[in-house]
């Protein structure tokens, strides 16, 4: 089992950076494939990127092509989301997901308690 903890949300204007970091227990994180989503507020949760267990396969919501990057750092058990040119409507509760099958469909091991961003204009 996997348990998550997310950290690194806030408070930023429109054009600035955050970075989001979600730290995770248990020996195995590399056999996880790790995702970010995100539910704003009367939206539906959705969504924003993914990475595989070595860290070289990434996958993004169309939405933050461009601008969002994830990574991992299996020796820390770390799964990072770094979040440039920030836009007011990235405002959301962010959250990250562990699955050992597929982020589309899950089923998914553990969520994070999730992370709030906010981003005025």
């Known amino acids: 089992q996997v348990q998550l903890v997310e950290s690194g949300g806030g408070l930023v204007q429109a054009g600035g950076s955050l970075r989001l970091s979600c730290a995770a227990s248990g020996r195995t994180f590399s056999a996880y494939i790790m995702g970010w989503f995100r539910q704003a507020p009367g939206k539906e949760r959705e969504f924003v990127a993914g990475?595989?267990?070595?860290?070289?396969?990434?996958s993004y919501a169309d939405s933050v092509k461009g601008r969002f990057t994830i990574s991992r750092d299996n020796a820390k058990n770390t799964v990072y989301l770094q979040m440039n040119s920030l836009k007011p409507e990235d405002t959301a509760d962010y959250y990250c997901a562990a699955t050992l099958y597929n982020l589309a469909r899950g089923p998914f091991d553990a969520w994070g308690q999730g992370t709030q961003v906010t981003v005025s204009s």
């Open positions: 990475i595989n267990g070595s860290g070289g396969s990434t």
